[in-house]
């Protein structure tokens, strides 16, 4: 009696190759945000560094949306030429500054898209906060 492995384990072991060699060339946003704590007066500088994947147009031309948290995004589109294998830079850093009326803990999410295809997306949280209490006034009556 011979036995022999079921197709579907075979089938199933290459799908499983293909997609974690798939995701070890897929691009990823590394996000930052400068200073990492600040007032409210603060200008915040929030810079992505896209790493990996490979130089194609499948990452020309990307739109950079960024998620401010309460519902406020702002997005930055910017004009390409036609891509051309081989001649054509791929945009790897985005950047952008912000400044937040408010304190607390703040979460800023960027998503990088292709058209309507998420292609990498990062999150980074941090404080607003006076680091030091706004300065406050009193008055005292100068009458007896």
């Given at each position: 009696m011979k036995l022999s492995r079921p197709t579907s384990w075979v089938v199933a072991a290459l799908v499983?190759?293909?997609?974690?060699?798939?995701?070890?060339?897929?691009?990823?946003?590394?996000?930052?945000?400068?200073?990492?704590?600040?007032?409210?007066?603060?200008?915040?500088?929030?810079?992505?560094?896209?790493?990996?994947?490979?130089d194609t147009e499948d990452l020309h031309c990307l739109i950079a949306e960024w998620d401010w948290?309460?519902?406020?995004?702002?997005?930055?589109?910017?004009?390409?030429?036609?891509?051309?294998?081989?001649?054509?830079?791929?945009e790897r850093r985005y950047s952008t500054?912000?400044?937040?009326?408010t304190e607390g803990v703040r979460t800023v999410t960027l998503f990088l898209r292709k058209g309507n295809k998420l292609v990498a997306r990062d999150s980074i949280s941090f404080r607003v906060t006076w680091e030091k209490k706004p300065p406050t006034?009193?008055?005292?009556?100068p009458r007896p």
């Open positions: 499983a190759w293909s997609v974690s060699g798939a995701d070890a060339k897929r691009a990823k946003a590394s996000l930052r945000v400068v200073p990492q704590m600040g007032s409210p007066s603060t200008s915040f500088l929030f810079v992505a560094d896209l790493k990996g994947g490979a948290g309460s519902q406020d995004t702002s997005v930055q589109e910017s004009e390409c030429s036609p891509f051309q294998p081989g001649a054509t830079r791929i500054t912000r400044t937040f009326s006034a009193s008055f005292r009556d």
